[in-house]
């Protein structure tokens, strides 16, 4: 499993608390800030509503803030994502010559940025995968 990094200050929304007694009375949809991003797994996270704070898996929650990318060919990456919507490792190849498309996405979804993979097959049958962007969702 992989190790997902949050940053203090992003903000994030609850999905479903997994026991209330822990959360300090967040509930499913509040909109939080996460202000100690790792405490052995998990996020410390204050309201700026009510001042309650609580400790969250993070499986309990989805990013609403996500970090900008500081590399360069992640940048590159980020910027053809938010133009088209979606790309392959053929197109971020031959557009941007990056040679290892799945690395940067993978950091750009450590960053918090929302993507999903599709799995695609070409003519002759070759799995390859499309990698979508999702518009944040407006808090």
């Not at 499913?28 to 704070?53: K, R």
């Not at 996405?105 to 940025?113: A, P």
Request: aromatic content about 6%; charged content about 25%.
């Amino acid at each position: 499993m992989l190790k997902k990094e949050f940053f203090k200050g992003q903000r994030i929304r609850i999905i479903e608390p997994a026991w209330a007694d822990h959360t300090d009375g967040f509930a499913t949809g509040n909109t939080v800030t996460i202000t100690e991003p790792d405490l052995h797994g998990l996020v410390e996270a204050v309201s700026a509503t009510t001042g309650n704070t609580g400790i969250l898996y993070p499986d309990e929650f989805e990013v609403i803030d996500a970090k900008e990318p500081t590399a360069p060919m992640t940048k590159s990456v980020l910027d053809l994502l938010r133009r088209k919507g979606a790309i392959t490792s053929l197109e971020a190849q031959g557009v941007l010559r990056c040679r290892q498309l799945p690395a940067r996405i993978l950091e750009l979804k450590r960053l918090g940025h929302k993507i999903v993979t599709e799995l695609k097959f070409d003519p002759t049958g070759q799995k390859y995968a499309r990698y979508h962007l999702q518009k944040p969702v407006a808090a």
